[in-house]
């Protein structure tokens, strides 16, 4: 499948303004189905994009830029891979490795991007020492382009090099490797899960745990009724523990009042 040129336009458009909204409005900036669902849309496939925005939200999950740190972007990554998986047919699981790979490069990109920003924080302060104010504000929008751009020109080359060139490489790579991807795909996902559990009191919790493996491995429930059973007994712990505190909070206020 070969891409045409607004395609490619909008699909850039999509990365650009993910990234302004992470690092502006952040309204949607880490939800990784929004954004790879919209890319899908204009490209012909919005459930392909949306089972690879899912798998990257599981692997993202846990993962934080915490102090300005850098972290692979999922966000591109289900990106990337939505429009290597639709443009060339290959499994899912390959063009999620791929998009992968394009997401962790980004770590690389934002530290350029970064580095760049602090030369531009000192030419603010330059211009406001010199009361140049509108050349201040006039630096202070690069700040954004350039992150934009740092999003928008991986997914570019991507989508220029076009799907029958990756369909070349993936064909000249050896049946264990693209093996691997497909495997690492499926792995991938239960690593952003371990990552979560290892902030989540899963100790405390671990019958829960129980419950939810059962239902999904032994009786094929799907995500839905098991979120659906979890939001009921999260909402039957929240009603006891409630009424419990309640309880303690005025045995406690009627023993301040006795001793009094």
Not at 83 to 90: E, H, L, Y
Not at 119 to 135: I, S, V
Not at 194 to 214: C, E, H, I, R, T
């Amino acid at each position: 499948m070969t891409l045409s040129v607004i395609q490619i336009v909008l699909v850039a458009l999509i990365a650009g303004l993910y990234r302004f909204d992470r690092i502006g409005t952040q309204i949607n900036g880490h939800n990784c189905v929004l954004w790879a669902t919209l890319a899908g849309l204009v490209i012909g496939d919005p459930l392909a994009g949306m089972q690879i925005g899912a798998t990257c939200m599981l692997m993202s999950l846990g993962v934080a830029a915490i102090g300005g740190s850098s972290v692979p972007d999922y966000i591109m990554a289900a990106i990337v891979g939505t429009v290597v998986t639709v443009t060339t047919g290959q499994d899912m699981s390959v063009g999620l490795a791929i998009g992968i790979a394009v997401g962790l490069l980004w770590v690389q990109i934002d530290v350029i991007v970064k580095t760049l920003n602090i030369f531009m924080a000192h030419k603010q302060q330059e211009f406001a020492a010199r009361g140049e104010y509108g050349k201040m504000k006039a630096v202070t929008f690069m700040g954004p382009i350039m992150f934009c751009l740092g999003e928008m020109i991986p997914v570019l080359i991507v989508m220029l090099i076009g799907g029958d060139a990756v369909n070349a490489v993936l064909e000249a790579m050896p049946a264990w490797f693209t093996k691997g991807l497909s495997v690492a795909g499926g792995i991938l996902p239960v690593v952003g899960m371990a990552m979560l559990l290892n902030y989540m009191p899963a100790k405390q919790f671990f019958s829960y745990l129980v419950v939810g493996f059962v239902l999904s491995a032994y009786l094929g429930l799907g995500i839905l009724p098991i979120a659906l059973l979890a939001g009921a007994a999260a909402y039957e712990y929240y009603k006891a523990h409630s009424v419990a505190s309640a309880a303690t909070a005025q045995l406690s206020s009627e023993g301040v009042l006795e001793d009094e």
